[in-house]
């Protein structure tokens, strides 16, 4: 039989296998865009497959001219509509179809 083993310590330090360990990526306001319709804004947040958006809201209305990028680069706009989501939204990375970065000083009182 077969062992894998991912870790060793040594003297109460512990090594990790080089690439065993999930990188965690933590990035700044993103619009979300998941199956099923949902798109949402927040702080993101990627462990592996488990991704969670910090601050969130569900984009209901986009109150945009020229689509997402323009909410992205300008922040909403007046009819935009912003449902709060008290709490944290988590779900896996393979229900996002799409994300898009926003501008963050347009973003940041918003959340």
């Not at 933590?26 to 947040?45: A, H, N, Y």
């Not at 990375?93 to 970065?101: F, G, R």
């Amino acid at each position: 039989m077969y062992t894998s083993v991912n870790s060793i310590t040594v003297n109460g330090v512990e090594y990790v296998v080089k690439g065993t360990q999930e990188e965690t990526i933590k990035d700044d306001i993103k619009i979300v865009i998941l199956q099923r319709g949902w798109v949402m804004v927040g702080r993101f947040e990627r462990n592996g497959n488990d991704c969670k958006l910090y601050n969130a809201s569900v984009i209901r209305t986009w109150g945009t001219t020229k689509g997402l990028g323009e909410i992205a680069k300008n922040g909403p706009t007046d009819k935009t509509i912003l449902d709060k989501c008290y709490g944290l939204v988590e779900f896996d990375s393979l229900t996002v179809v799409a994300m898009v970065s926003c501008e963050e000083e347009k973003w940041v009182n918003k959340l």
